[in-house]
């Protein structure tokens, strides 16, 4: 009668009543109350929005990370909240990590190509040459179900009109290159008990507590709010962007999917396909108007050396589980001028802890 009427069974139920004793059920098939999510890179940009949505969703979760930006973008200690500050290349540790956990979401690498490029051996070890002893690890610890985060920068310049996940990789950078490479090696240990997927994300803009500055979106925000002026790299060249809230919520979303929806699948995610002269048209306007009393900003175009341009696709996941993106450049762009009005981005003209590149530059790496 429990079970017909859908009461969880713990993994041993005690059942006593005046007429026995007691009576023991043992449930073979451990249901467990809360599912434990690992993320891995998960103080991070991206991170630091998602763990508080795996949190309020019910989940518990271990963040795993270098921390190399700190922990102050993360919730403060609860009982549902694990906190590792260690590199994702001792695997005897991250092992130890994976002890109970039901999920892996893969957000760890050193992230951009300038940071990569400061040296490029060490960022291989940490992108690539760790990627495949971690999904090992995974497998040997009985995780079943790995979400990759991958970037929608592995399709480099393309002049397809439209992008999708069968387009080929073409990378113009060692950090796109060896993201595209990891892909692979994730596939061949898809099965019936380890379910991965593949996600290409565009570029990502809005708020974190753990913020960049150094992308597009946020960037042009920055300097139009702080400077009044927007400084376009080229323009012409499309960029593919979406809005933080939505690819945190995308992750969370597929915690839960049904596995035949996603096994060994791939995902490009992204929102609408604008040059970044039209990006910066529409900073423009928004920050006009969170900012009245600045008056106009002024928009400068410059040539770049930044040939990336593609135009990315998201109807596979659209037509396949019915996901979209539900904000717009736009709310990003709006996230980012309440996050100014309320002084959470002190000296963000100056301050190294906003841009990437400056960070790991400063930080003494093996």
Known sequence: ML????????????????????LTYVINKEIPLKKKILVAGGAGYVGCVLVPKLLDAGYEVVVYDLMLFGSEGLPKTRSDLQVISADLRDIATFSQALSGVDSVIHLACISNDPSFELDPELSKSINYDSFEPVVQACVGAGVRRFIYASTSSVYGVSE?????????LVPVSDYNKYKGLSEPLLRKYQSPTFTTVIIRPATVCGYSPRMRLDLTINILTNHAVNRGKITVFGGMQKRPNIHIDDIAELYVDLLERPTEQIAGETFNAGYENFTVAELAEQVKDVVEQEFSEKGSITVETTPSNDPRSYHVSSKKILQKLGWAPRRSIEDAVRDLCRAFKAGKLPNSLEDDRYINVRTVKKLTLE
């Open 160 to 168: 397809a009109p439209e992008v999708t996940e069968d387009h080929p």
């Open 3 to 22: 079970l017909r009427l859908g009461f969880p069974f713990p993994d041993r139920l005690h059942i006593q009543t005046k007429k026995y004793n007691f």
